[in-house]
């Protein structure tokens, strides 16, 4: 099983009239979950859900795509809310307003944390708002670093600047996470924030030396490049498509990516990861750039199934 610790959240997404907004499930570890779902992939999800409408609205979404909940408590309190401006062309990104102010997954502790997660668990994943947002922030890191080297950690940091106080203080707290974590995915946007002008070849050896198997890099419709440590490197590109809009691309694909990883057993070990060569890497990227394109042929957060692949 992957586990996917973090946020789930009510994204308000444009109706196509422009008048109003639609109520949708989101937030990135959920959409991570449901993806992995959705390729079932056996996966569990590690939250605070609300009793209100938006937190059951989020709890049957997750279950009706397979997703576990044995690890999420229902709370009195209110649900995350997000309002989403989309992009105007395929290479802008959506941008997020985010309503997260005594909502009961960021009120989350180290005290709501599991004493022990179950053997069956390989994975853990985290990133986005859920390692911004405190106490939430520090109770999660605390899961990371406590299971770092126990189980395959799995990290997508997904930036929002809007949510971010000091950008050197994230950097460094960045870099703690990499120091613990397996598998990196980041955007070239979230790389331009982090590390501006720096081109992500110059970082990989450091990043590397911390611990690191697995780095891929997200380029929009330019597709993705994944490194391994024994300095293989596999670019892929994505299909050329009609995009409808760009909501859960990055999640979609990183789903598809760990459920490859997933299925093809090289989430069982470290040695495995790293050691998994340019062709198991070339076919990862390739199935999770056209889950990707599916997913932006669709409105919202809306990764596919496995027998759409």
Not at 185 to 195: H, K, P, T
Not at 291 to 306: H, L, M, Q, S, V
């Amino acid at each position: 099983m992957i586990l996917c610790c973090g946020e789930a959240l009510i994204d308000f997404i444009p109706t196509k009239d422009g008048n109003g907004y639609r109520p949708c499930p989101g937030g990135s570890i959920l959409n991570i979950a449901v993806g992995l779902g959705r390729m079932e992939v056996p996966v569990g999800f590690l939250s605070r859900l609300s009793t209100d409408i938006f937190g059951s609205q989020l709890a049957d979404h997750l279950s009706s795509n397979g997703v576990d909940l044995r690890l999420c408590p229902r709370l009195d309190g209110q649900t995350t809310l997000a309002f989403v401006k989309l992009g105007k062309g395929e290479n802008e990104e959506p941008q997020y307003a985010f309503y997260a102010e005594g909502a009961v997954d960021r009120k989350m502790t180290v005290n709501d944390l599991p004493d022990k997660l179950d053997d069956f668990i390989q994975a853990l994943h985290f990133g986005s708002i859920s390692l911004l947002l405190e106490p939430g922030a520090s109770a999660l890191e605390h899961l990371m670093m406590r299971e770092s080297r126990k189980k395959i950690l799995s990290l997508d940091p997904n930036v929002r600047p809007g949510l971010i106080a000091d950008q050197m203080r994230f950097q460094q707290r960045f870099e703690k996470w990499l120091a613990a974590v397996d598998i990196l995915r980041l955007s070239e946007v979230d790389l331009a924030y982090l590390y501006p002008r720096i081109h992500i070849e110059q970082l990989l050896a450091g990043w590397f030396d911390m611990g690191l198997s697995l780095v891929i890099l997200t380029r929009g419709e330019e597709g993705a490049v994944g490194y391994l440590p024994d300095g293989n490197k596999v670019e892929q590109d994505a299909p050329r498509i009609n995009v409808v809009d760009t909501v859960g691309a990055g999640d979609t694909f990183f789903s598809a990516a760990l459920a490859y990883l997933f299925d093809h057993g090289l989430l069982a070990d470290r040695s495995r990861i790293a050691g998994m060569g340019e062709e198991h890497l070339s076919r990862c990227l390739e199935y999770a750039v056209k889950a990707a394109a599916i997913n932006c042929t669709r409105e919202g957060a809306n990764p596919p199934y496995k027998h759409e692949m």
